[in-house]
């Protein structure tokens, strides 16, 4: 009984443990992104506007650079 259980249990548990560690890590990487040279608050993806293009700022000041999203301060960019 215990046996058959175990050979259940373990792929299961392996799976579940390998999801929790993909999730924390990919939490991670969303913290900051890279506008250029400086490291900046990452914006979820509802924040970014789609007309904002790599170094043009929106009235709002979050800008989409090719792959990242950033919360960008209109201020900096154009210093």
């Not at 058959?4 to 890590?25: E, Q």
Request: aromatic share 6%; hydrophobic share 30%; glycine share 4%.
């Amino acid at each position: 009984m215990f046996s058959n259980m175990k050979t259940y249990f373990t792929p299961l548990f392996l799976a579940l443990l390998l999801l929790s560690l993909g999730m924390k890590s990919s939490e991670a990487q969303n913290e900051m992104c890279t506008y250029g040279t400086v490291e900046m608050d990452k914006c979820s993806i509802s924040e970014c506007i789609s007309d904002c293009r790599d170094k043009v700022t929106h009235s709002t000041g979050r800008c989409i650079t090719i792959d990242t999203c950033c919360c960008v301060n209109r201020d900096d960019v154009h210093r």
